[in-house]
């Protein structure tokens, strides 16, 4: 048995579990781990000079808590340092080496590179459809802006061509959107759509809904989506909050 750290002492003797912890649990239950690695190892790189790479199993699980939890690189690093719940969900210990923000920054370009981001999507999303946990009766739609650097102090002086700035409310800001529909019933992710950060929430809904709702959920910034000519002959009932300047 190996010695335990101080940091995992004090985590297995505390009296409650925190939301954080919960929420891994269930996480965990979840997702098709399996799956997803034998999706994935075929693709995993063996390592070079000797040095083994981290386990792909390790890597899964904090680049899938990068994104809960929409952590930098650098953040990544530093809460699996700090927090024992996340170490655990990862099946990391302080004794043991910690991905640091550059391994975690190319695990993430290994699955952008070989298309594999859109296949864990896609294995989850069935997964969770196969065990009756994505209803279908109604979706909520919704974007946010992703912040990127501004600065055209790079290689090409100039900004990344594919994003935009856009102002929301009184601010300005640079990047891309990412726009999301979601299952109204667990507030399961089941279809993702990006665009440059300029381009308007209400263009790009018909490629968050399913086809098989009943009820649609959006915010002020989807107001006229009914009369659209892609939902035109969509049976839905459309429930789109009211501007603020119209409110009584």
């Known amino acids: 048995m190996t010695q335990m750290t101080f940091a995992e002492a004090e985590f297995a003797n505390k009296k409650r579990k925190t939301r954080r912890e919960i929420f891994l649990e269930r996480v965990e239950a979840l997702i098709p781990w399996a799956k997803l690695e034998k999706k994935l190892r075929k693709h995993y790189p063996r390592g070079e000079n ?24 650098p953040a990544m690093e530093d809460a699996l340092y700090e927090l024992e719940s996340m170490r655990r ?24 590179k070989r298309g594999l981001g859109q296949v864990i999507f896609d294995t989850v999303n069935q997964h969770l459809a196969d065990e009756g946990l994505v209803l279908k009766e109604g979706t909520i739609v919704d974007a946010t802006i992703i912040a990127a650097p501004s600065s055209t102090k790079n290689s090409d002086n100039a900004r990344d061509p594919e994003m935009h700035q856009a102002k929301k409310g009184n601010q300005w800001h640079f990047g891309m959107k990412m726009h999301i529909g979601v299952d109204e019933t667990f507030g399961l992710i089941h279809s993702v759509a990006t665009t440059p950060a300029n381009v308007s929430d209400i263009t790009v809904a018909d490629q968050l809904l399913h ?21 035109k002959d969509r049976p839905v009932d459309w429930e789109v909050a009211m501007r603020l300047g119209r409110r009584a």
């Open 50 to 73: 000797g040095r083994p790479p981290y386990p792909l199993p390790t890597m899964l699980r904090v680049h899938c808590l990068q994104l809960f939890y929409n952590l930098s690189d």
């Open 89 to 112: 969900f990862a099946g990391l210990r302080l004794l043991e080496r910690i991905p640091d923000e550059t391994t975690i920054l190319n695990f993430r370009h290994f699955l952008e």
């Open 211 to 231: 086809g098989e709702e009943k009820t649609v959920w959006g915010d002020a910034g989807y107001t006229g989506i009914e009369k659209r000519e892609e939902h």
